[in-house]
């Protein structure tokens, strides 16, 4: 079957992420200190909280948040690159966070049922953080 034109842009934009996940991981992840610093103040998060880290890449934020919340709560990485996913494991192996699960998957299709987290973070979206009071809480 020929996939979709929207199935080879989906393609074609994880082997890009693909591609260039060593040089992120080793270039652009420090230079984007502050954007994961600016995007934790701005989530305000609470020990315990559900999170969601759409679009985790190394998983700098998701590792940050985990420190926030703590053991009582998790942290979902989601990602569409492997490889990036990779990377993101290796950090989060080296954090010794405990609380972290990553996932291959699309911020279209989130691989959880509703009302599954507190909070949604995307660092590298113009939304930082969806209204607390649109997110379900318990």
Not at 4 to 15: K, N
Not at 61 to 90: C, F, N, Q, W, Y
Not at 108 to 124: C, N, R
Request: avoid cysteine; glycine fraction near 8%; aromatic fraction near 6%.
């Amino acid at each position: 079957m020929q996939p979709t034109p929207e199935q080879e842009a989906f393609q074609w934009q994880v082997g890009v992420w693909d591609r260039i996940s060593q040089l992120y991981f080793r270039e652009i992840d420090p230079r984007f200190a502050s954007v994961v610093a600016g995007t934790i103040r701005r989530a305000d998060l609470r020990p315990g909280e559900r999170v969601l880290d759409l679009g985790t890449g190394t998983a700098a934020l998701a590792v940050e948040a985990a420190r926030l919340i703590g053991t009582s709560g998790t942290v979902t990485g989601l990602d569409i690159s492997p490889d990036m996913l990779s990377l993101a494991k290796r950090r989060v192996d080296a954090s010794t966070h405990t609380n972290i699960e990553l996932r291959q998957g699309r911020a279209e299709e989130i691989p959880a049922g509703d009302a599954a987290y507190d909070v949604v973070l995307a660092s590298l979206s113009l939304m930082y953080v969806i209204d607390r009071s649109v997110v379900a809480r318990e």
